[in-house]
């Protein structure tokens, strides 16, 4: 039985690799422009206003990484032919060129990361299922060789575990490399709220002593965001 749901664990995550995209975004990680996010945001203003007239789905995150303060610029889809049909919009619009050539010199040495990432663990899910996220706490892992399938599962059953005290919970990849844990709340107060709860149970503290037992990934980084906008 295990051995099937490794395989089924598998065999979701290949399926990300071949575009199987639901609950996806984009997102561009910036050091802040001058160390201003008001210039940085109103940076953001200027493309947010274009590419959301083709469809997108824009918000400002802030978060501050390991002392670092970063701000992201975040596009959310519900599907892949959602996602394909904004990319050849944009590829086509002279607005958005007009701000990249204005704009692009400025922001452009500032990025840290782009990246595309899609929800491994709930395939039915839609970009809603963010709307009352406004804080939110994550982690990126990476498998211990080998290993891929079982932390794919200890995240799955952290998810499951979470839920059950109201903890929104979420796995993100790009199908290749690191995955992002994330938890979400509607405060910071809500969301430390639902950690207390969860922490304190004897199945998240079973399922906590097993992952640090035998540990099936590889701590990368961490930090805390807040919604902007």
């Known amino acids: 039985m295990k051995y099937i749901k490794k395989m089924t664990l598998m065999a979701l995550l290949l399926g990300f690799t071949s ?7 984009e997102a561009w990680d910036i050091k802040p422009v001058d160390g201003s996010t008001a210039l940085t945001f109103s940076i953001f203003d200027e493309v947010k206003v274009i590419q959301e007239k083709l ?4 918000e400002y995150w802030q978060h501050d990484v390991m002392g670092d303060n970063v701000v992201s610029y975040v596009i959310r889809f519900n599907t892949g032919a959602e996602w394909a049909s ?14 990249i050539s204005e ?26 299922i963010w709307k009352n996220a406004n804080v939110v706490h994550f982690s990126s892992w990476e498998a211990v060789p080998g290993q891929g399938s079982d ?6 059953k952290s998810i499951e575990i979470s839920k ?4 929104d919970a979420f796995a993100y990849s790009s199908g290749l490399g690191q995955v992002f844990f994330v938890m979400a709340g509607e405060s910071w107060s809500d969301l430390q709220k639902k950690l207390e709860k ?8 079973q399922h906590w002593m097993n992952i640090n037992k035998d540990p099936s990934g590889t701590f990368i980084r961490a930090a805390y965001s807040v919604k902007v906008n």
């Open 55 to 58: 469809g997108a789905h824009v």
């Open 164 to 167: 059950k005290y109201d903890l």
């Open 103 to 128: 704009y692009w010199s400025i922001l452009g040495p500032n990025v840290l990361a782009s990246y595309s990432l899609n929800n491994i663990l709930d395939p039915s899910a839609e970009k809603n």
């Open 198 to 205: 969860r922490n304190a149970s004897k199945e998240w503290n």
């Open 151 to 156: 932390m794919i599962e200890s995240m799955q």
């Open 19 to 25: 575009f199987a995209i639901t609950d996806n975004f």
């Open 86 to 99: 904004f990319k050849d919009k944009l590829a086509q619009s002279e607005e958005f060129q007009s701000w």
